[in-house]
């Protein structure tokens, strides 16, 4: 799959509130009411990436949590990275 145009990511990120553009990625933060929730997010966003074969980072600091997603294997943002994000919105509720 290849990366995607810079039009094609403007317009997959504004179907994508709070999502925004970090050079070759794409990054969410979110603030959950406490850790456990932070975890219980990360645990329903792992199995979404699993199900999508394609991995997030993960950045997990008290009831912060930072999601950061790129196709490494592609050089940038994908199709799979906005597909993903939009799993994580679900997972993260």
């Known amino acids: 799959m290849a990366p995607l145009s810079d039009a094609a990511v403007r317009d997959g990120l504004a179907r994508l509130p709070g999502w925004t553009r970090d050079g ?3 990054r969410r933060e979110y603030e959950l009411d406490s ?3 932070v975890i219980d997010a990360v645990v329903r966003i792992a ?3 699993e199900a999508a ?3 997030p980072d993960l950045d997990i600091r008290y009831r912060h949590l930072r999601v950061v997603l790129s196709t490494h294997s ?3 943002i ?3 990275d906005l597909a993903l994000a939009a799993e ?3 997972a993260v509720g």
């Open 88 to 90: 994580v919105d679900r």
């Open 35 to 37: 850790f456990r929730a």
């Open 74 to 76: 592609e050089g940038g």
């Open 53 to 55: 074969d394609h991995h």
């Open 47 to 49: 199995d979404a990436a």
């Open 24 to 26: 070759d990625s794409i």
């Open 78 to 80: 994908t199709g799979k």
